[in-house]
Every structure is written in C-alpha cells, then in structure tokens.
T-cell receptor, first 113, second 119 residues
Framework: SQQGEEDPQALSIQEGENATMNCSYKTSINNLQWYRQNSGRGLVHLILIRSNEREKHSGRLRVTLDTSKKSSSLLITASRAADTASYFC?????????????FGKGTKLSVKP | GAVVSQHPSWVICKSGTSVKIECRSL??????MFWYRQFPKQSLMLMATSNEGSKATYEQGVEKDKFLINHASLTLSTLTVTSAHPEDSSFYIC???????????????FGPGTRLLVL
C-alpha cells in the first residue's frame, strides 16, 4: 500500500523560481527519503532526513520533516530546466518485506526555461 | 556511489513468451534485492523481495508463478515474466541494499529500470 502521498501531483514553474513539494505519510518512521526520477529512468536518491531531524539541506535542496503532522516538504531553490523530473518521497516499511521502501505517488515537476 | 545495473534496458516480446530481467549490484553485496513495477505516470509498487539463497517474498496480488525470482548470488537477482501478456507491459525496477551499510541498510540503490512491451 502507498505510504506517502505527495502534493501537488504536478507542478509547473519558470526557471529560477522555487519549487515546493509536500509529502504526507501514515505510520511511524525512522527516516524519510526523497528520490528523483527522470522520465522513463531509474530513481536517484536525493536526501534522507531522520525522524529526529527537522530540517536538512543539500545544495539547492531543503527538506523539512514534521513528525507530529506526519509530513515532509522538499524545496528546490533557484530551479533549473534540468530539475524537470518526478519527485517521490519514500518511507521504510519495517513491518513488511524486510524493510522495503514505500513510495508516494510523486510530484511531476516541470521547469520551463 | 554504489551501482546497480539492469539488463536488458528494454525488451519487446510477443504475447506468451517469457522474459528474463537481470539485476546486478556491481560493487557491493546485496543479500536483499527488491523488485518494483511502475505503470505510466504512477508510482513504484513493490512486487517482491528477493533474498539470496532462499525463496522470494511476494506482495499481495503478485503471482509468484507468473513472476519468477531467483537470487542465486549476493550480486545477482533475476525476474522472469513467464507467458507474458500485454497487461504485463510496464517499467520494472530493481533495487539492492548494501549489507555492509548496517542496520536496515538505509543505503538502497536503484537500477535504471527495464521497460517491457508485450505485443
């Protein structure tokens, strides 16, 4: 079953603008991860934030985590056309198949030059 | 970083034939590999968990006789789609966890995916 739910499902912005994507999840977590997927390609791990962290930065990426609301956000600053991709949040299913990742539905980001 | 490869990257086959997809961890050992399926514009759905030297664990609704998984070594898992039908057309992605990463192996690497089209 899907653990994470991202919103918006699709986001279209101009190059240089910031993009914010949100993710909500249902169960307790140890960490939450964000992945990127270019069209028809595999996934690339972007960032992992642990349950005891509230914010984490990596380059132009900023991730926040609110465990009380069971939600996370991914902010991409100063977006570029190359950031066009689908972004997924994922949580670890510790009670299921040996800790597989459960992915949200994803946000499709389109950055126009 | 660690690399996971998949072969083939895409395959077109006739209905009724079987297709084998390989997933390899290139520079680390993976006792556990995961197979996901992704339909167009949708998220990844776990199909099964592949364990080296033992039977795979399938998710509810996934036919084990349809999707045969073999994890013969610490670096190779294969998914065979038997008697493929057009509805099996999808993007199949494997991932592997680095056993040396410890704990739950939060370091999980994904293959580039295999696109299957069944005519």
């Amino acid at each position: 079953s899907q653990q994470g739910e991202e919103d918006p499902q699709a986001l279209s912005i101009q190059e240089g603008e910031n993009a914010t994507m949100n993710c909500s999840y249902k169960t307790s977590i140890n960490n939450l991860q964000w992945y990127r997927q270019n069209s028809g390609r595999g996934l690339v791990h972007l960032i992992l934030i642990r349950s005891n962290e509230r914010e984490k930065h990596s380059g132009r990426l900023r991730v926040t985590l609110d465990t009380s609301k069971k939600s996370s956000s991914l902010l991409i600053t100063a977006s570029r056309a190359a950031d066009t991709a689908s972004y997924f949040c994922a949580t670890r299913n510790y009670g299921g198949s040996q800790g597989n990742l459960i992915f949200g539905k994803g946000t499709k980001l389109s950055v126009k030059p | 970083g660690a690399v996971v490869s998949q072969h083939p990257s895409w395959v077109i086959c006739k209905s009724g034939t079987s297709v084998k997809i390989e997933c390899r961890s290139l520079d680390f050992q993976a006792t556990t590999m995961f197979w996901y399926r992704q339909f167009p514009k949708q998220s990844l759905m776990l199909m099964a968990t592949s364990n080296e030297g033992s039977k795979a664990t399938y998710e509810q609704g996934v036919e084990k006789d349809k999707f045969l998984i073999n994890h013969a070594s610490l670096t190779l898992s294969t998914l065979t789609v038997t008697s493929a039908h057009p509805e099996d057309s999808s993007f199949y992605i494997c991932s592997a966890r680095d056993v040396l990463a410890g704990g739950w192996g939060e370091t999980q690497y994904f293959g580039p995916g295999t696109r299957l089209l069944v005519l």
